[in-house]
T-cell receptor, first 113, second 111 residues
């Protein structure tokens, strides 16, 4: 079946602009995660959604970062007033409720110039 | 705090076995994972092990877990050039909802 998809695959933006990154989880998966992969910091957790529960936002690095999940499916990660240190690959993952496997999408490579 | 460590690089010859090691600090981990990342690609889940197990085998992959020493290893039998990639160890569980990843081990397979 279809895996996790993310769009765009690449995004180049100017410093100070806002960006939106999209994630489509595997159909039926109730849990959705955002991670960031950068050279300096490795793979870091950003935010976690589980069903209709309040999201775990403990990994968001600043208040410029926010995420929504509409209808328990698609998620959008928004970065406002982008900075060069936001340049990274943003990875989305999903899992089925109660199951340990987290499946990752191909990522969005964000470059802030 | 939570920490997962791996060696950075491993080089093996095609046909040999590869062993990638990982140590972690969170004793409340419920699951431990191995992911593979090829250049320009996302993370591919290879295998995972529940913390009350000490071994799991899946075709060419063998995972060993020493919970007392908080040590996890991934053995790849008959390593092929297509196995060249970065391998990430990760743990999950306790009070968190997230995977904690190691730094990744670059496996280079020489023909």
């Amino acid at each position: 079946g279809a895996g996790v998809s993310q769009s765009p695959s690449n995004k180049v933006t100017e410093k100070g602009k806002d960006v939106e990154l999209r994630c489509d989880p595997i159909s039926g998966h109730t849990a959705l995660y955002w991670y960031r992969q950068s050279l300096g910091q490795g793979l870091e957790f950003l935010i976690y959604f589980q069903g209709n529960s309040a999201p775990d936002k403990s990994g968001l690095p600043s208040d410029r970062f926010s995420a929504e999940r509409t209808g328990g499916s698609v998620s959008t990660l928004t970065i406002q007033r982008t900075q060069q240190e936001d340049s990274a690959v943003y990875l989305c993952a999903s899992s089925s409720y109660g199951m340990p496997e987290q499946y990752f999408g191909p990522g969005t490579r964000l470059t802030v110039t | 705090g939570e920490d997962v460590e791996q060696s950075l690089f491993l080089s093996v010859r095609e046909g040999d076995s590869s062993v990638i090691n990982c140590t972690y600090t969170d004793s409340s981990s419920t699951y431990l994972y191995w992911y593979k990342q090829e250049p320009g690609a996302g993370l591919q889940l290879l295998t995972y092990i529940f913390s009350n197990m000490d071994m799991k085998q899946d075709q060419r992959l063998t995972v060993l877990l020493n919970k007392k020493d908080k040590h996890l290893s991934l053995r790849i039998a008959d390593t092929q050039t297509g196995d060249s990639a970065i391998y990430f160890c990760a743990n999950y569980g306790g009070a968190t909802n997230k995977l904690i990843f190691g730094t990744g081990t670059l496996l280079a397979v020489q023909p």
